[in-house]
């Protein structure tokens, strides 16, 4: 590997070129001003198995139709979630909310924004993969982000590695995700049928990631001449109303479609009021994204439900794609009360290097791994709190080589780093119809291989490129790394 990035001069072009192409983020230490830096990011994209890369496309579209068949089946998503919803009380609210709305939903269409992510584990054998698989890591039906900085990576990294690598190939996949994610919810408004509603965009009082957010606005305002927006649940607590015919009303003007980048973590509802808001919009007849059965899909239960002997078939019917899908599954347990939950609470805890604890929480920062995994599942093994949580198997990708530029830095240490593939889905559905579903883009996140959580928003992870390679390949530069 060309050494360049030693220079500071370099390093200083190069941030100024992720500058340039938007790669921002607000200031951690004063958030709310116009202070900003650059997002973490891989100066140089990283290797990835092609043939994963195509499995991990060709299957959202039926993650996308597995999704919805789930949130519209009342008895399984009761059934799964029966023991979660009496001890978690975050799901529970939301479970109350679907529950309220259920028999009366004025919502005709279901607008899914999904991303399913991934990494790399080691097959069964030497197989067409070269004994690497593509092993699910979660299913986000919430609040996807970081897209709108995803969208200008490519050219970023092309400009790269033509400047400083110009004889190694380069073969970094399109990625049309913001595109993809402002057609969705442009198609989503257009079934409205009212040309004057707007779209909302419901955010959290503090965002530093508001250029990704703002890159949705402006691509909807570019294209389609929609405008967004944006407000906070508590904000929503005095501006959102219903109208006559339940349309939602926020601050005088009628709204199509409530896009949520917030409302999937405890801390956006600091009272009964932003929860008694969140059930009036999905009382209306504006289209959530999520809706309530839509972010309970998304629950760690729910997936690690569906990986069970014989669930998919409830939902799919095509053989290929059950098998598409079930080929992704990591080892997923539960943790009921009873003999069976007791297992897995024994085997995590004499081995605690193999294994995730997941509550049902997004946005990063909150799984348990190593001793913090042996601290927690002691403290609840013994209760049915445990039951609001999973244990997932932990997947071990082999590391690479990374180099990551932060803010405030003009130096860049290479780091031994791991990957997270994740894709977009995009579906929409109105009655019976299935007006949209497709792949639509995809993020790679990147961290070094010290850190166990890998999220972008918390501070963890870099924006990355999959440099697409055959997978045997791959595994070679793998092994050679390793030496």
């Given at each position: 590997?060309?050494?360049?990035?030693?220079?500071?001069?370099?390093?200083?072009?190069?941030?100024?070129?992720?500058?340039?192409h938007g790669l921002m983020v607000r200031s951690s230490r004063e958030p709310r001003e116009e202070r900003c830096g650059i997002?973490?990011?891989?100066?140089?994209?990283?290797?990835?198995?092609?043939?994963?890369?195509?499995?991990?496309?060709?299957?959202?579209?039926?993650?996308?139709?597995?999704?919805?068949?789930?949130?519209?089946?009342?008895?399984?998503?009761?059934?799964?979630?029966?023991?979660?919803?009496?001890?978690?009380?975050?799901?529970?609210?939301?479970?109350?909310?679907?529950?309220?709305?259920?028999?009366?939903?004025?919502?005709?269409?279901?607008?899914?924004?999904?991303?399913?992510?991934?990494?790399?584990?080691?097959?069964?054998?030497?197989?067409?993969?070269?004994?690497?698989?593509?092993?699910?890591?979660?299913?986000?039906?919430?609040?996807?982000?970081?897209?709108?900085?995803?969208?200008?990576?490519?050219?970023?990294?092309?400009?790269?590695?033509?400047?400083?690598?110009?004889?190694?190939?380069?073969?970094?996949?399109?990625?049309?995700?913001?595109?993809?994610?402002?057609?969705?919810?442009?198609?989503?408004?257009?079934?409205?049928?009212?040309?004057?509603?707007?779209?909302?965009?419901?955010?959290?009082?503090?965002?530093?990631?508001?250029?990704?957010?703002?890159?949705?606005?402006?691509?909807?305002?570019?294209?389609?001449?929609?405008?967004?927006?944006?407000?906070?649940?508590?904000?929503?607590?005095?501006?959102?109303?219903?109208?006559?015919?339940?349309?939602?009303?926020?601050?005088?003007?009628?709204?199509?479609?409530?896009?949520?980048?917030?409302?999937?973590?405890?801390?956006?509802?600091?009272?009964?009021?932003?929860?008694?808001?969140?059930?009036?919009?999905?009382?209306?007849?504006?289209?959530?994204?999520?809706?309530?059965?839509?972010?309970?899909?998304?629950?760690?239960?729910?997936?690690?439900?569906?990986?069970?002997?014989?669930?998919?078939?409830?939902?799919?019917?095509?053989?290929?794609?059950?098998?598409?899908?079930?080929?992704?599954?990591?080892?997923?347990?539960?943790?009921?009360?009873?003999?069976?939950?007791?297992?897995?609470?024994?085997?995590?805890?004499?081995?605690?290097?193999?294994?995730?604890?997941?509550?049902?929480?997004?946005?990063?920062?909150?799984?348990?791994?190593?001793?913090?995994?042996?601290?927690?599942?002691?403290?609840?093994?013994?209760?049915?709190?445990?039951?609001?949580?999973?244990?997932?198997?932990?997947?071990?990708?082999?590391?690479?080589?990374?180099?990551?530029?932060?803010?405030?830095?003009?130096?860049?240490?290479?780091?031994?780093?791991?990957?997270?593939?994740?894709?977009?889905?995009?579906?929409?559905?109105?009655?019976?119809?299935?007006?949209?579903?497709?792949?639509?883009?995809?993020?790679?996140?990147?961290?070094?291989?010290?850190?166990?959580?890998?999220?972008?928003?918390?501070?963890?992870?870099?924006?990355?490129?999959?440099?697409?390679?055959?997978?045997?390949?791959?595994?070679?530069?793998?092994?050679?790394?390793?030496?």
């Amino acid at each position: 590997m060309s050494e360049w990035w030693r220079d500071e001069a370099n390093i200083k072009t190069t941030k100024d070129l992720a500058a340039s192409h938007g790669l921002m983020v607000r200031s951690s230490r004063e958030p709310r001003e116009e202070r900003c830096g650059i997002v973490s990011v891989s100066i140089v994209p990283s290797k990835f198995p092609r043939e994963l890369y195509e499995l991990a496309c060709a299957v959202q579209k039926d993650f996308n139709t597995l999704v919805d068949a789930v949130s519209m089946d009342h008895d399984f998503l009761t059934t799964a979630l029966s023991s979660v919803i009496k001890t978690d009380n975050f799901t529970q609210q939301v479970f109350k909310i679907y529950e309220a709305v259920r028999l009366d939903n004025q919502q005709t269409c279901r607008l899914g924004l999904h991303r399913c992510d991934y990494m790399i584990g080691l097959g069964t054998g030497a197989g067409e993969w070269a004994g690497l698989a593509l092993r699910q890591v979660e299913i986000n039906t919430i609040s996807v982000s970081t897209l709108g900085l995803f969208s200008k990576l490519g050219d970023f990294h092309s400009y790269v590695h033509s400047r400083y690598y110009p004889v190694e190939p380069l073969q970094i996949p399109p990625n049309p995700c913001l595109q993809s994610l402002a057609h969705g919810l442009a198609c989503a408004w257009e079934q409205y049928g009212k040309k004057s509603a707007q779209i909302l965009m419901v955010v959290q009082d503090i965002e530093r990631n508001i250029f990704d957010q703002r890159a949705v606005e402006f691509e909807l305002w570019k294209r389609y001449k929609i405008a967004v927006v944006r407000k906070t649940l508590t904000e929503l607590t005095c501006d959102a109303s219903l109208g006559t015919l339940r349309e939602l009303m926020v601050s005088g003007t009628e709204i199509a479609v409530i896009y949520y980048r917030a409302g999937y973590t405890p801390q956006d509802y600091p009272t009964e009021k932003e929860w008694g808001v969140r059930l009036l919009m999905e009382q209306s007849i504006a289209t959530s994204c999520p809706s309530a059965s839509y972010h309970l899909a998304g629950t760690k239960r729910i997936q690690q439900v569906l990986a069970g002997p014989g669930v998919l078939e409830r939902f799919l019917v095509d053989p290929e794609a059950i098998q598409r899908v079930r080929s992704t599954f990591a080892g997923l347990f539960g943790l009921d009360m009873g003999p069976e939950g007791d297992t897995v609470v024994k085997m995590a805890l004499e081995t605690p290097e193999r294994f995730v604890l997941k509550p049902q929480r997004e946005g990063g920062g909150n799984n348990f791994f190593g001793e913090a995994l042996r601290e927690e599942l002691t403290r609840v093994g013994g209760s049915p709190e445990r039951e609001s949580y999973i244990v997932m198997e932990k997947i071990t990708p082999p590391p690479q080589l990374g180099l990551i530029a932060k803010a405030g830095s003009d130096k860049v240490i290479p780091t031994q780093v791991i990957g997270e593939l994740g894709i977009l889905g995009v579906y929409l559905r109105k009655e019976d119809e299935v007006i949209l579903n497709f792949e639509g883009g995809h993020n790679l996140r990147t961290k070094p291989t010290t850190m166990n959580e890998g999220g972008v928003a918390v501070g963890v992870a870099c924006l990355d490129s999959p440099n697409l390679i055959p997978a045997k390949e791959f595994l070679h530069y793998c092994i050679r790394n390793l030496n």
